[in-house]
């Protein structure tokens, strides 16, 4: 979506809520668009609306947790996921983030188990899980064997991140013996 499309969007969803104030998709889709364009104090601001609206939406948590972590706020990454937690004991998503936010601050097996958990329960981005998988074997664990079958499970999972593909190739390049040759 174009720049000017994106403004013409969060004009559109502010006037939404001023007609529907209780009507949480609304809050949601412009936070992801304000999340998007880096407006991180006004999507923090929908996110919040949103909890306080319904705090069952598993969106507004990682909603919240993707602006923390772009802006390497670890500590309030790491708030918003145990009370996320608190309503979602058992999602991938949740169980995901935990996982990223763990490889951020180098505690490698701690990031390992949360992937493995967020496999566990269903998280539907498995190119994700499988890259930040292959990186905390790499960067963290020292496990070239593992990170390597990580990186293969990513480019075979159908990944859609055009900066994640090029990361992983280069990687993999490293390897002596990976069946990609870039």
């Given at each position: 979506?174009?720049a000017?499309?994106k403004q013409?969007a ?13 009507e949480?998709?609304l ?11 880096k407006?991180?104090?006004?999507a923090?601001r929908?996110?919040n609306?949103?909890?306080?609206l319904?705090?069952?939406i ?13 802006q ?7 708030n918003?996921?145990?009370?996320g ?9 949740i169980?995901f983030?935990?996982?990223r ?5 180098k ?7 949360n992937l493995?958990?967020?496999?566990d329960?269903k ?8 890259y930040y998988?292959?990186m ?5 664990l020292?496990?070239?064997e593992r990170?390597?079958?990580?990186f293969e499970s990513?480019l ?7 900066t994640?593909i ?17």
């Amino acid at each position: 979506m174009a720049a000017n499309k994106k403004q013409e969007a969060i004009i559109l969803y502010q006037k939404a809520i001023k007609e529907n104030p209780d009507e949480p998709v609304l809050y949601i889709n412009q936070a992801a668009i304000l999340r998007n364009t880096k407006k991180y104090p006004i999507a923090i601001r929908n996110y919040n609306i949103l909890l306080k609206l319904n705090p069952k939406i598993i969106w507004a948590y990682t909603g919240l947790v993707q602006v923390f972590l772009a802006q390497k706020k670890y500590t309030q990454t790491q708030n918003v996921l145990i009370q996320g937690k608190q309503y979602f004991p058992s999602h991938g998503a949740i169980d995901f983030y935990q996982g990223r936010l763990d490889y951020e601050l180098k505690r490698g097996n701690q990031a390992l188990e949360n992937l493995n958990l967020a496999l566990d329960n269903k998280y539907p981005h498995l190119y994700k899980v499988y890259y930040y998988r292959g990186m905390t074997f790499q960067d963290l664990l020292a496990n070239k064997e593992r990170a390597k079958l990580d990186f293969e499970s990513f480019l075979l999972s159908d990944p859609k991140n055009a900066t994640m593909i090029k990361d992983v190739k280069n990687r993999l390049s490293l390897f002596d013996d990976s069946l990609y040759d870039f």
